[in-house]
């Protein structure tokens, strides 16, 4: 197989299966959640649900002083590298033109050169939560064979959309299969890992306001 | 046929002056990234050498790769350095046809066994395929070419059919199109790929091949790396435009009158690796990207293959939006199936529920 035929491979029918398995197994997930719904509150309502639901899938971005204090290396690294992820996945111009064939939708990206620093510091964070994992010993107790697997599907494709970008792999076409590849394996783990909380977070804080907001307090 | 002339004879001969002659060396020196301080010793090198024999072989091909060379911005010193070498065979350019035109090849052949360098364009029905699908001279290609590399010192590819298979070998390759290097193994091959190939790309390896006497250093795809080391993306002036997120939506948008990225036209830049953003086209007149088209890639494996020429590169071919509907639409419906089922098992077992007493409990421990 050439390089071009492997970029070809992935950009075509491993892309439409890896999307497929993702789109299919994500909405499993979650309509499964939705559907299965909550056991039934016979107490009188004190408060509205929904406003303070949505409120809350917002606020928990915001670590309590507590948490902070207590885990202040995970607050910062873990919200930079999230951060990082999510701009280098939404707002490097190739990407919006993929989302743009797939899902007929755009909007406006960053400069190459911001993309780039945001993803070197990205992929440092990547390591260095990984660095925390192995030596902090009671994440390390904690961490299990699927958290180094996820973090694994994490790091790759950054990993290889940073040497695609710079070139480091050659033929061109191998980098950027490269890159797709990991992506695409990524997208078919996500449904079936802890990745789902990528989706399922916002379910969990959505109930966890809601349930306060019934209870007339705030959360 | 190779005479005893050398090139430096020959040169002046035709009116080049000296002059000419060294800025050719010292551009010649700068495209292969040579200190300027080779360009004399280029220059040295090229006056003594003897016209190298040159056999052109023309295969399943367009004549663009011959058109691009001799039709080149003339009358330029590059033209005369191929109007020096002795091309001996070539049977779009040559006089004799037929007979007369194998047995020049032939004697070519005979008289400079060992070091006569083989140009190719085009691809070839493989060995497997049926060899009808192009002869010459009654010669199935596959033959042609390898009964003429037995006694070559190199073997030069030039264009992409020759190089990469090209036009010929594209999906699904009715002729069983094959590339040069796919067939010769036990001789150099370089590869000059385009569609067509730069024209001083061309004239810059047969000058290191006189220089040197070596072959030049080649990247993974045995091109040349002098002229294949950087990519069109790298090297295009519209760079900054791509950089700073501003680009042409249409052929004839705002954008692109502004000269803005194309990369959002389909440009394939990003993935090609030639020298036309550098050398440029026409007696470095323009280029494809200078005039306002994205890059075609046309220098890269399998490039008619590779997506649609007006797709943007990271675009996934097939219609993955199609496959994202379906597949939610199916996973939507099975997770609300799910979950209904759940909670209707969940329900079922507590109406069946069976109460158990504390003492009944303790029976059984």
């Known amino acids: 197989m050439t390089p071009m035929d492997f970029l070809l491979l992935t950009k075509g029918p491993l892309f439409s299966l890896a999307i497929a398995i993702f789109a299919l197994g994500i909405l499993i997930r979650l309509f499964e959640i939705f559907a299965l719904g909550r056991a039934h509150n016979y107490a009188a309502a004190r408060g509205n649900e929904v406003i303070p639901g949505l409120k809350t899938m917002y606020r928990r971005f915001n670590p309590d002083p507590g948490t902070f204090k207590r885990s202040t290396f995970d607050v910062v690294v873990g919200t930079l590298w999230h951060v990082g992820f999510v701009i280098a996945l939404l707002l490097f111009i190739p990407h919006i033109e993929l989302i743009k064939s797939t899902l007929g939708v755009s909007w406006p990206g960053l400069p190459n050169p911001v993309v780039d620093a945001v993803t070197a510091i990205t992929l440092l964070g990547l390591v260095a939560v990984l660095i925390h994992r192995l030596t902090h010993p009671v994440k390390r107790f904690l961490s299990r064979p699927q958290d180094y697997l996820i973090w694994t599907v994490t790091f790759l494709p950054v990993l290889t959309g940073y040497l695609a970008y710079h070139r480091l792999i050659n033929p061109y076409p191998l980098a950027l299969g490269l890159h797709i590849f990991t992506v695409e394996i990524f997208l078919i783990l996500l449904p079936f890992t802890k990745l789902t909380h990528i989706f399922t977070a916002f379910v969990a804080r959505y109930y966890n306001g809601a349930i306060f907001g019934r209870k007339g307090i705030q959360s | ?365």
């Not at chain 2, 596959?142 to 030069?156: P, R, S």
Request: aromatic fraction near 8%.
């Open chain 2, 1 to 365: 046929m190779a005479t005893s002339k050398t090139l430096g004879e020959s040169l002046r001969q035709h009116g080049v002056s000296r002059r000419g002659f060294l800025k050719f060396c010292a551009a010649t020196a700068s495209m292969m990234a040579l200190p300027p301080s080779m360009a004399p010793a280029i220059a040295q090198a090229l006056e003594k050498a003897r016209r190298p024999s040159v056999i052109w072989l023309s295969f399943q091909e367009c004549t663009g790769c011959t058109e691009s060379l001799t039709r080149s911005f003339s009358p330029t010193v590059e033209n005369l350095i191929f109007d020096v070498i002795s091309l001996d065979y070539h049977h779009t350019l040559q006089a004799a046809a037929g007979d007369a035109a194998e047995h020049a090849r032939e004697q070519a052949m005979n008289t400079n066994a060992g070091e006569y360098l083989v140009v190719v364009d085009g691809s070839l029905p493989g060995p497997k395929a049926n060899p009808g699908y192009s002869t010459i001279a009654g010669i199935s290609n596959y033959d042609m070419l390898m009964d003429t590399i037995d006694g070559a010192a190199a073997v030069v590819a030039v264009g992409t059919c020759a190089t990469f298979g090209g036009l010929p070998k594209a999906d699904p390759n009715p002729t069983g199109a094959v590339a040069v290097q796919d067939l010769v193994k036990d001789k150099p091959v370089i590869n000059v790929s385009g569609c067509p190939p730069v024209p001083m790309v061309i004239t810059g390896v047969l000058a290191q091949f006189l220089t040197f006497g070596t072959l030049p250093e080649l990247d993974e795809y045995g091109r040349p790396r002098a002229f294949f080391g950087q990519s069109i993306h790298d090297r295009c002036y519209r760079r900054p435009f791509y950089d700073k997120g501003k680009f042409a939506e249409s052929f004839d948008d705002e954008g692109a009158k502004a000269g803005w990225c194309l990369y959002r036209l389909g440009c394939k830049g990003p993935m090609t690796y030639n020298a036309c953003a550098t050398m440029k086209w026409n007696g470095g007149a323009s280029w494809p990207v200078e005039a306002g088209y994205p890059c075609l890639g046309c220098s890269e494996p399998d490039f008619w293959d590779a997506g649609g020429f007006y797709k943007a590169l990271s675009v996934p071919t097939g219609s993955p939006g199609d496959v994202l509907l379906t597949a939610g639409a199916v996973g939507t419906a099975v997770g609300v199936g799910a979950g209904l089922m759940s909670r209707h098992q969940g329900k079922q077992a507590a109406q069946h529920h069976d109460k158990v007493t504390a003492d009944q409990l303790e029976e059984k421990l």
